[in-house]
């Protein structure tokens, strides 16, 4: 089936700081999507990014499917932006399963 | 406009002790999925439906049943619990067919083994 691979697994930044995120995946998928667990586990849709870029507020991600990546970007982190970033794909030659990525766990520091 | 809603937010069990979790949707999706996550884990799905009356099988369903007998409920079935199976569980759905297909996510069942 479809892999998923988040980098990096873990990241410390100073608040202020802007931020990265990566998302690389096996195969051809229609459907993207950057989620954020904060610190109370609640799962808070982010973007649905099958492809191209959007941009809400100090977050924007970009997916280019034709190479198999989608990139989140934060900027001016701030202390509530703390907690896990899961990219989740749907695999459109396998039933229609969404495959999570392990996530990228991000601590910002006041 | 509810969203996705889990019932029950909390459960302990005890080892061989059966139950069944309800995922409830008032969104008319088509698709619906149960995952599992461990601490410091990621998800990883149980099972899942793309219909009424359907269902899959996903990552990790030994263990789980489940029905689909209402296109907006989806029942997740421990027929005999163990300890492995202490988790935090999320049902999402989504629209299914074409078009944006955002997942929505219920705010999760917390179980505990004994």
């Known amino acids: 089936g479809i892999q998923v691979e988040q980098s990096p697994p873990d990241l410390i930044l100073q608040e202020g700081a802007n931020s990265t995120l990566r998302c690389n995946f096996s195969?051809?998928?229609?459907?993207l999507q950057w989620f954020h667990q904060n610190p109370w586990g609640q799962l808070i849709n982010l973007f649905y990014?099958?492809?191209g870029t959007k941009q809400n507020g100090r977050l924007s991600a970009t997916t280019v499917a034709t190479e198999r990546y989608s990139l989140l970007y934060i900027s001016s982190s701030q202390t509530t932006d703390s907690g896990v970033y899961f990219c989740?794909?749907?695999?459109?030659?396998?039933?229609?399963?969404?495959?999570f990525g392990k996530g990228t766990r991000l601590h910002i520091l006041p | 406009n509810a969203g996705v809603t889990q019932t029950p937010k909390f459960r302990v069990l005890k080892t061989g002790q059966s139950m069944t979790l309800l995922c409830a949707q008032d969104?008319?999706?088509?698709?619906m999925y149960w995952y599992r996550q461990d601490p410091g884990m990621g998800l990883r799905l149980i099972h899942y439906?793309?219909?009424?009356?359907?269902?899959a099988k996903g990552e990790v369903p030994d263990g789980y049943n489940v029905s689909r007998l209402k296109k907006q409920n989806f029942l997740l079935g421990l027929e005999s619990a163990a300890p492995s199976q202490t988790s935090v569980y999320f049902c999402?759905?989504?629209?299914?067919?074409?078009?944006?297909?955002?997942?929505?996510f219920g705010p999760g069942t917390r179980l505990t083994v004994l």
């Open positions: 989740a794909v749907r695999d459109q030659n396998r039933d229609d399963k969404i495959i």
């Open positions: 195969d051809s998928v229609n459907n």
């Open positions: 990014i099958p492809s």
């Open positions: 969104m008319n999706h088509e698709y």
């Open positions: 439906s793309v219909g009424e009356g359907t269902t």
């Open positions: 999402a759905s989504i629209s299914g067919g074409f078009g944006v297909n955002e997942q929505f």
